[in-house]
């Protein structure tokens, strides 16, 4: 027996078995995460602070991976940071063409310095040109979120529509 | 020579692979069954000879198939055996031949077949689509990313931090299917030039199409036995003499990119065990992991093969070419060889044991081997597995 | 084979729906629990690897071991997944630290099925998705009906012995701080119900449950260190019989029998009946007694009617309910049943055995054999 590689077009000539998987959750957000959203609907990025290492958590956690211990303090960081990367998207999760490219990235929260390895981070959509991704002028730019009009916000992490430079 | 005395002796004694293909017409059962069975004559073993077994696959979601560990037992040999499935992501493949190794070492299983598959062609309406469940369901998925995104956060924030241009990372990818071309099993091997790669459609700046691995179907498989049993079947086992693997956090947008510091953990751990000290001087030929090129400059400054930002310039020397210092992905990596995840893997591992058993054909590299080192990652940019194994 | 104790266990959860933590503050809960237990160890410092037991689909994340590493203290460490039982990632814990590679392995399992809205197609995606998928049988227990009917259909069992498990465990499980399920039933009352798919009733098939469980496991050298009362682990086995539907053995548990021979081969044992007690997987009714008969049990039937297996008897079966009272935590299941082994000889039993199965449509068993 040897395998067997198929071109596009020898896909007619075998029978395909569909199937759609019928897989649908609702997610516990918990203890930590229920109050990150809360407090995105109030327009207020919160945090977890470790009492003994000092470490912030955003999004919160309820435990220090580090120490191994509760955090213990519920702290509201800036809704301001450093962006440590930014990516422009020409395709869309199912793999489409974009015509306009989506730019997302990370960005260090403040408080936090240049010099930490871990820090309060969020993952979102920058507001910026594709040219400033491309020639990184983005990169180490200050940035703010931009949030939605407070009647429109969810509790979700799309309350805050992009962080754009200030 | 086995040089680790510290641990019962485990040998790799036969490997198989199927080629990798875009889609195969054969079910997932049937590709492990192919490399199975290729792996066992090049062992010279039979099934019923045959133990424990131990199963790697990345994501259910790709098959569409929920427990798919137990549904690839079938064609992997697993039939009235113990067999166990191992994930870490894409960082499976290698993990399958670690798993097999302490199978081995502990004493519990005497010969044992480690089988990797993935069958990526049957999601719609994109292989693709399947990346969007990895991410955080409640902070992140909301924002409907898609699994180049992370690949090219990481690539831009490490060509930011060291300065590296995007002509040094198309290298990588000139190089890989180059050597792929020498590899029969690979499916995109061939002659590109670095111009080719900056031309190929953006994806996600700064990720265009040929900086990527392709979709595949495939599955490898290796046997792994004790040292005695070892001596009966061959004489030029392959020692298994170092294994690592560490897991980062999962909170990849709170921490740094430019730098794989789990791997780096991961690899001390292998070369510990291992007995190495100046990784540089004693290993002999890499398979870093390359889903992306710039991943392969990533992980070689991880395992200690060049310093955080030297890898670039190593590269462009030559100095991880076939005919290099340390010739790196000689079998043309998932750049070259295709990306079916886990299995892809194992491929790596496997070649580096062609390659110090002599029998790589085409691919073996110029210069005499007698340690090696396979190296896979995946998960949120947290996982690390890394195998050293000598002749 | 060297020893394995198991010198810390902690759980979290074993309610219907535990709405108010995320599965990753439960694993920590649970976690924190079992550390404490094992004399107050510092998981960044005494523990060598990590193993967590998970599947994609009842996770509903694609490549769930991302959150395996934080909650337990694994972050930075090696830390890996057992796409398997829970038992099962025993075993590769025990194989860990057998080889050499570790003396301290924590195995953490947890299961959120409150979160799964489509339960029952998630459990029919792991149907063969050519063969038996197409076919559409609507209810998920059918092949545990086949099952059972060709174990009944074997003469010896009969509806009421079932019915008489489901009384014996459900009554049991009132001892127990984890059964949500226990009640206090008798078999009139389950026979009396009508039939869910012959043969079970409603009561008949274990329901599932959230719960985190973690378990410390540790070489001979180092368990005195972390506890005074370690249980000891002699033997350890597991095994799948063939994962196509249509070539599995029904009407009898192989995989559990493949399991057992290996486990009792490696700790030396004469005979199960030795043992102070057993608990075995009985998520359907009729899956205790087939259990037990690959356990290497004779006579099962029997030895139900004369009331051998039940609390404070010979061989006490489930003593603690069983999944029947505590639910069924998916791949925690045979974590759950270790728990209740190890509580047990923690109360002053010297010995049991423990036999887990990962639920249809698999045909894969893990068995441990224990001590104090």
Not at chain 1, 96 to 108: C, N
Not at chain 2, 154 to 165: A, C, D, F, P, T
Not at chain 3, 310 to 329: D, E, I, Q, R, T
Request: glycine share 8%; aromatic share 10%.
């Amino acid at each position: 027996m040897t395998v067997h590689p198929l071109k596009e077009e020898d896909l007619k000539r075998h029978p395909v078995v569909e199937d759609k998987p019928k897989a649908r959750y609702s997610y516990t957000a918990g203890q930590a995460l229920s109050v990150f959203l809360n407090g995105l609907k109030e327009g207020k990025i919160l945090g977890r602070k470790c009492t003994k290492c000092g470490r912030i958590y955003v999004p919160p956690r309820m435990y220090c991976e580090d120490c191994f211990v509760p955090t213990s303090l519920w702290v509201e960081v800036k809704d301001e940071g450093v962006v440590m990367t930014a990516v422009a998207s020409f395709i869309s999760w199912t793999r489409e063409r974009l015509d306009h490219p989506e730019i997302v990235g990370t960005i260090r929260l403040f408080p936090s310095t240049a010099r930490d390895y871990v820090y309060p981070g969020l993952f979102h959509r920058i507001c910026c040109s594709y040219e400033d991704v491309r020639n990184m002028t983005i990169f180490g730019k200050i940035v703010k979120a931009r949030w939605k009009p407070r009647e429109e916000r969810t509790g979700s992490i799309n309350d805050i529509e992009c962080f754009e430079v200030v | 020579m086995r040089t680790n005395l510290r641990f019962r002796p485990v040998a790799v004694i036969g490997a198989g692979m199927t080629p990798f293909r875009r889609r195969m017409l054969d079910t997932p059962q049937e590709l492990a069954w192919e490399a199975s069975r290729r792996a066992l004559d090049e062992a010279g073993l039979e099934l019923r000879d045959v133990d424990c077994v131990v199963i790697g696959s990345a994501p259910d979601a790709f098959d569409g198939v929920h427990m798919k560990g137990e549904y690839l037992a079938h064609g992997a040999g697993g039939v009235r055996k113990p067999v166990s499935r191992v994930y870490v992501g894409g960082a499976t493949g290698v993990m399958t031949a670690i798993s097999a190794w302490y199978h081995v070492a502990s004493g519990l299983c005497q010969k044992v077949l480690a089988v990797a598959e993935e069958k990526m062609s049957p999601g719609r309406p994109h292989p693709q689509s399947v990346f969007r469940y990895i991410w955080d369901p409640i902070t992140e998925k909301p924002l409907n990313p898609n699994l180049i995104w992370i690949f090219a956060m990481e690539m831009h924030r490490y060509m930011n931090v060291n300065r590296v241009s995007k002509e040094d990372i198309a290298l990588v990818s000139v190089k890989n299917k180059r050597n792929a071309k020498k590899n029969q099993y690979s499916q995109l091997g061939g002659d590109i030039t670095v111009d080719d790669v900056l031309k190929s459609e953006v994806l996600v700046w700064p990720v265009q199409l040929l900086d990527v691995s392709p979709v595949s179907d495939g599955a490898a498989a290796m046997v792994l036995v004790s040292g005695d049993i070892a001596r009966r079947y061959t004489d030029t086992p392959i020692w298994v003499e170092g294994v690592g693997w560490t897991l980062d956090n999962t909170s990849w947008p709170g921490r740094e990119l430019a730098y794989p510091r789990y791997l780096e953990n991961a690899a001390r751990m292998a070369y510990k065990m291992a007995g190495i000290e100046r990784p540089q001087k004693e290993i002999d030929v890499v398979e870093p992991y390359d889903p992306f090129d710039y991943k392969e400059l990533h992980h070689l400054e991880g395992l200690l093969l060049a310093k955080k930002g030297e890898a670039p310039t190593l590269m462009r020397e030559g100095f991880f070419d076939v005919d290099g210092e340390i010739p790196s992905s000689p079998s043309g990596g998932l750049l070259g060889v295709g990306n079916p995840i886990a299995a892809a893997g194992l491929m790596k591992t496997i070649s580096i044991y062609w390659q110090l058993k002599g029998t790589a054909g085409g691919m073996q590299v110029k210069k005499s081997v007698h340690t090696g080192v396979a190296q896979a990652w995946g998960d949120l940019m947290q996982a690390s597995t890394v195998i050293v194994m000598r002749n | 084979m060297e020893k394995v104790a198991v010198v810390g266990v902690g759980w979290y959860g074993f309610s219907p729906h535990v709405h108010d933590l995320s599965f990753r503050e439960m694993m920590f809960e649970a976690a924190s629990r079992a550390y404490y237990d094992a004399g107050g160890m510092d998981p960044r410092k005494d523990v060598d690897t990590f193993i967590s037991c998970q599947e994609d689909f009842w996770e509903g994340i694609s490549i769930s071991d991302e959150f395996a590493p934080d909650p337990i203290g694994g972050a930075m460490r090696p830390t890996m997944t057992v796409a398997g039982d829970g038992l099962q990632g025993v075993a590769h814990g025990v194989m860990q630290i057998t080889s050499g590679l570790a003396d301290v392995v924590v195995v953490e399992s947890h299961a959120k099925p409150s979160d799964i809205i489509t339960f029952s197609d998630v459990v029919k995606l792991s149907e063969d998705p050519i063969y038996v998928r197409s076919a559409k049988v609507p209810n998920i227990h059918f092949v545990a009906a086949l099952d059972a009917t060709k174990f009944l259909s074997r003469g010896k069992a009969t509806r009421a012995d079932l019915a008489e498990v489901v009384s014996k465990n459900k009554s049991a499980g009132l001892s127990s701080s984890k059964a949500p399920y226990a009640a206090r039933i008798d078999k009139d009352y389950v026979l009396s119900q009508d039939y869910v798919l012959t043969p079970f009733t409603r009561l008949d098939i274990a329901q599932p449950v959230d719960a985190a469980i973690v378990v410390v496991l540790a070489s001979e050298t180092v368990a005195r260190r972390f506890s005074d009362t370690p249980i000891w682990i002699h033997g350890i086995g597991f095994a799948t019989d063939s994962s196509n539907l249509e070539l599995a053995t029904l009407g009898e548990a192989r995989y559990m029998r493949l399991a057992a021979e290996r486990a009792y081969l490696m700790a030396g044992v004469e005979s199960p009946l030795k043992f102070r007690g057993i608990f075995v997987d009985d998520r359907y009714s009729h899956k205790e007694l087939e259990h037990l008969e690959a356990l290497g049990i004779t006579d099962v039937v029997e030895k139900l009617r004369e009331g051998y297996f039940h609390p404070g008897s010979y061989l006490p079966v489930n003593p603690k309910g069983g999944l029947l009272a505590k639910g069924y935590p998916l791949e925690a299941s045979g974590l759950s049943l270790l728990l209740d082994a190890v509580e047990y000889m923690r109360e002053g039993e010297e010995s049991a055995i423990v036999g887990s199965w990962r639920g249809f449509f698999t045909f894969t068993g893990s068995v441990a054999v224990m001590s104090r």
